[in-house]
């Protein structure tokens, strides 16, 4: 049947049935068709699935691939991820937290602290006013707390915390900072927490430390039915708890994971520049990474992040042990720098750190790396990429083992032999 058709067209005919879902393209036979018009010159991908796939299809039918382009066109990116069940999606902007508008978004809590810090939290003026929050003329983001102000002991030294307006329910969150509070009787937090009865909405601290630790810890609290999966993650579960996250065990202390990395927080972090903190939070779990300045990736330095080229999360709460969509909710973002209190307090005495927490807080001169510094927080939401273009571009979806025909009669198309 094959003998009547051009020499191009036979050459379609036997090559793309042996290009399965997941077959290998090896070296491909040399033919001199001499057709005109010429086909363009292409190259086929290693691996026909996934994002290879995609990449092939645009290379190889530039009329296929117009879905791909213009996708990617729309969005700002062209990093492709496949969520378990094979649909394709983008990362795409929400929200950027940044610059002169940075505390535009934020409202500064100003009640006393429910961790039982010696620290108190100033309203907007008073830290504006005193220096506890502004943006330099290069476009850095200061939260600090009072390192100017000697104290007698016992008294309570003033600090910001911040929350966001806006709420999320899932995205991916990336904080870029060059310094992340530390010091001892120090306690900073970047995290998300919901908007209901605590712990029922669920809280993520995404970084936290307490004195001059090392080694970021991410942690998870929620309500009943949410365990930690001890797998898939490079992180090691906290020593003093177990893979239940609910607040009925270990005095609300959640289910915890420290990074390996001595650059995830404290002065090796910042001693480097500083780097970048992710969290995706999706239907498919919740995971946190962390880069030190020199490691971060290119797409998120390019902003179109595509967290599946990242390699294992430090931390990871999978699905299967735990609903990150009913178990989370309404949550907003929030930063802050505590002192002493329930963990940096009660952890004081074994730090290693000089007297007592509440004699460390008198001298501001302890203070001088209590700030944060941010250059930006982005919040990127899933975008599903449902290939829908006009009917002279392309198909409303990317070719799949049915579409045979489809690609012969686009090649004859394309070179004028189908009218």
């Known amino acids: 049947m094959y003998s009547q058709l051009p020499a191009f067209l036979l050459y379609t005919v036997l090559l793309l049935p042996s290009l399965g879902p997941c077959a290998t393209v090896s070296a491909l036979p040399s033919l001199n068709l001499n057709l005109r018009p010429r086909l363009p010159k292409v190259s086929l991908p290693a691996t026909w699935s996934g994002s290879a796939r995609d990449a092939g299809l645009s290379s190889l039918l530039p009329r296929a691939g117009a879905w791909v382009k213009r996708a990617a066109a ?209 239907d498919q779990g919740i995971a946190v990474w962390s880069f030190y300045r020199a490691a971060v990736p290119a797409d998120v330095i390019n902003g179109t992040p595509n967290p599946s080229s990242w390699g294992e999360p430090v931390a990871a709460l999978d699905p299967s042990g735990c609903d990150p969509l009913t178990n989370f909710v309404n949550h907003s973002i929030i930063f802050d720098i505590t002192f002493c209190g329930d963990w940096a307090g009660n952890s004081y005495a074994t730090s290693g750190c000089p007297g007592t927490c509440a004699e460390r807080l008198m001298d501001p001169s302890n203070f001088v790396n209590a700030s944060w510094i941010i250059n930006t927080l982005k919040v990127y939401k899933k975008q599903i990429i449902t290939g829908q273009v006009s009917a002279a571009a392309a198909p409303s979806s990317p070719p799949g083992p049915s579409a045979f025909w489809w690609v012969i009669a686009l090649l004859l198309s394309t070179t004028g032999l189908l009218l």
């Not at 939260?143 to 600090?159: F, I, V």
């Open 74 to 282: 729309a969005s700002g990116s062209s990093s492709f991820e496949y969520d378990r069940n094979g649909t394709s999606f983008l990362w795409v902007i929400q929200d950027t937290y940044a610059g002169k508008t940075f505390f535009d978004r934020f409202g500064f809590y100003s009640d006393s602290d429910p961790t039982h810090g010696t620290v108190t939290y100033v309203n907007q003026s008073t830290a504006f006013s005193s220096g506890l929050a502004y943006v330099t003329d290069d476009n850095k983001v200061i939260m600090k707390g009072d390192n100017t102000t000697w104290l007698p002991e016992g008294a309570y030294r003033n600090s910001v915390r911040v929350s966001s307006y806006t709420q999320y329910n899932t995205g991916l969150f990336i904080l870029d900072v060059d310094r992340a509070p530390w010091g001892c009787g120090v306690w900073p937090a970047f995290w998300t927490l919901g908007g209901g009865q605590w712990p029922y909405t669920g809280e993520i601290d995404i970084l936290e430390g307490v004195h001059d630790n090392q080694h970021n810890q991410v942690t998870w609290h929620t309500g009943p039915n949410c365990t930690l999966t001890p797998t898939n993650f490079t992180g090691t579960i906290v020593d003093n708890l177990d893979c239940d996250c609910s607040n009925n065990r270990n005095s609300n202390a959640g289910c915890g994971v420290t990074e390996w990395s001595r650059a995830s927080y404290g002065p090796t972090f910042d001693a480097q520049g500083g780097g970048v903190f992710a969290m995706k939070w999706d």
